[in-house]
């Protein structure tokens, strides 16, 4: 008996024994036993600089970094005193790279008083080998004459996505016909001057693109009227000055899901757009006369299911504007049929209250509204301002301040009806500090 209860003490332990041996082993276990894939992929979620430094650490290391998978070749980071170094390690990590160790990402950041980019051969060389490398997604900031080489950047056939610096337009004809890019899905431009018919050549060659990214930095020599693409689901477009002569765009955009505005000032916007889903829509600096633009904006996407809309005046307006949504016989309200998630960013007096009032009752899928109270940036004192004026007529909230409302369930009938009376009752008040909340409203 005495025996046999030795065998199953022993029995017993093993497995312990294995476990904590086992577990000493995980623990003793270095990096440099990793296999060389593993630790390039590794070495490519670095900065290429802080890659770089792992040379030191042994012989095995010395040129691993060398075929990381993604490069960032910042000259930034090096002192002007040091720029050669900046040039040994692109000549390393890219120059001098072989056919079989492929860059799937390059970063590029050129400061502009470095002498050695102003060379365009030595930029066109690495875009060379990016090329013969299969590079599939390419970032160029801090270029100025990006323009000499964009027929090189569009030559590279394997690229996926695409961030360019700004274009300015000296010396700027057009973008490059004729090229490939069958892959490009991702398109990233900054300009300072554009024309339709350009943009239009160059979005009519890009046959899978799918994201672009259009941020137009001044619209003073800017003829942007329109912009059709039969494939792009993602448009975010930023254009930064107002252009009385350029007040209109339309857009040809069958495949559209996601519209994301940031305007300054407004332009009116109207078009095809059947699929879109989701529109988030910024203005900034908008005067009265502006929200007639607005409300035919909003009847152009009313079969949006997510709608962020957020509204700041121009500084010099002494009013509120009455009302985004222009509450006068023969200006209808669309109706949002399809719109689950409302976000209004507005001075919300008794006008707006009332405007948003009425949207609920044109939202018949409606389940949350998100409410956020915003004024222009100026001082009340200025002449004509009156700060009671732009005070917020929203419900309080659980924070117990009138910043801002954020109502859920509002599917339900009751909760809506809940939400409506509470904002009725507000816009009637004659003072903001009515201590009433809505029990749907954080």
């Not at 000055?241 to 332009?267: A, D, K, Q, V």
Request: charged fraction near 20%; charge should be negative.
């Amino acid at each position: 008996m005495g025996s046999s209860s030795t065998a199953i003490a022993m029995n017993l332990q093993t497995p312990f024994q294995d476990r904590g041996t086992l577990q000493e082993k995980a623990n003793q276990i270095s990096l440099s036993d990793l296999p060389d894939e593993l630790i390039i992929t590794i070495l490519s979620l670095l900065p290429t600089r802080i890659a770089a430094r792992t040379s030191v650490l042994c012989r095995r290391f010395h040129h691993l970094w060398e075929a990381s998978l993604s490069l960032q070749l910042i000259s930034q980071d090096f002192p002007l005193s040091k720029i050669d170094h900046f040039v040994d390690m692109v000549d390393q990590a890219l120059i001098r790279r072989s056919p079989s160790q492929p860059v799937q990402s390059l970063r590029l950041e050129l400061s502009r008083y470095h002498d050695f980019h102003q060379c365009d051969p030595f930029v066109c060389s690495l875009l060379v080998q990016a090329r013969s490398l299969d590079l599939r997604h390419l970032t160029i900031e801090n270029l100025w004459n990006v323009v000499r080489v964009l027929p090189t950047i569009f030559s590279i056939d394997s690229l996926e996505s695409l961030s360019l610096p700004i274009i300015i337009p000296y010396q700027f004809d057009g973008f490059p016909s004729g090229f490939g890019l069958t892959c490009l899905r991702s398109l990233s431009l900054r300009l300072y001057q554009v024309e339709s018919a350009k943009l239009h050549q160059l979005l009519s060659e890009l046959s899978s693109l799918e994201d672009l990214y259009l941020h137009i930095h001044s619209m003073d020599r800017v003829i942007l009227s329109s912009l059709s693409s039969q494939t792009i689901r993602k448009l975010h477009l930023i254009i930064g000055t107002r252009n009385p002569e350029c007040n209109t765009l339309r857009l040809f955009l069958p495949s559209l899901e996601l519209l994301h505005l940031e305007i300054l000032g407004f332009l009116h916007i109207h078009g095809e757009v059947p699929l879109l889903k989701r529109a988030l829509i910024s203005l900034y600096e908008v005067h009265a006369e502006d929200v007639i633009s607005v409300t035919k904006m909003l009847n152009c996407i009313s079969h949006v299911e997510e709608l962020s809309l957020h509204v700041k005046e121009h500084w010099d307006e002494k009013n509120p504007i009455p009302s985004f949504i222009l509450l006068k016989p023969g200006n209808d309200m669309p109706i949002f049929s399809n719109l689950k998630h409302l976000d209004l960013g507005l001075c919300f007096h008794e006008h707006n209250i009332e405007a948003v009032v009425l949207m609920l009752h044109k939202c018949p899928l409606l389940e949350s509204v998100k409410l956020v109270h915003e004024i222009p940036k100026f001082h009340h004192t200025e002449v004509g301002i009156k700060a009671k004026d732009w005070e917020s007529k929203l419900p309080l909230n659980a924070d117990g301040n009138y910043n801002y409302a954020y109502c859920t369930n509002l599917h339900l009938g009751e909760n809506r009806k809940e939400l409506i009376e509470l904002l009725r009752n507000r816009s009637t008040s004659k003072s903001c500090s009515e201590k009433t909340m809505c029990r749907h409203c954080c």
